[in-house]
Nanobody, 123 residues
Framework: QVQLVESGGGLVQAGGSLRLSCAASGRTFSSYTMGWFRQAPGKEREFVARITGSGASTYYSDSVKGRFTISRDNAKNTVYLQMNSLKPEDTANYYC????????????????WGQGTQVTVSS
């Protein structure tokens, strides 16, 4: 079992930055691909970014590529999402997710989810 707790959301003006954190329980954190997803009101949950267990490979959606950076610290069992140049359309509830082994960008591939943290970007 893996438990995930996100933090770092909040209200920010367009063009600003936020860093989200996701703390994971468990002793085999480095065995999990970690992903960030987001869901805006009335919309489906969508992929944002993912990182492999070692941190060697990262993947991003086209909408955030060049603005967001996913990283992890396996010694701290934590994954981060640095969000720069934020836009109003980035407003959503952001979720951290984990899947054992190699993951994909498909949300159904992830077994464990956090409770989410709200990010609101004002124009």
């Amino acid at each position: 079992q893996v438990q995930l707790v996100e933090s770092g959301g909040g209200l920010v003006q367009a063009g600003g930055s936020l860093r989200l954190s996701c703390a994971a329980s468990g002793r085999t954190f480095s065995s999990y691909t970690m992903g960030w997803f987001r869901q805006a009101p009335g919309k489906e949950r969508e992929f944002v970014a993912r990182i492999t267990g070692s941190g060697a490979s990262t993947y991003y959606s086209d909408s955030v590529k060049g603005r967001f950076t996913i990283s992890r610290d396996n010694a701290k069992n934590t994954v981060y999402l640095q969000m720069n140049s934020l836009k109003p359309e980035d407003t959503a509830n952001y979720y951290c997710a984990a899947t054992y082994g190699l993951g994909t960008s498909n949300r159904y591939n992830y077994n464990y989810w956090g409770q989410g943290t709200q990010v609101t970007v004002s124009s």
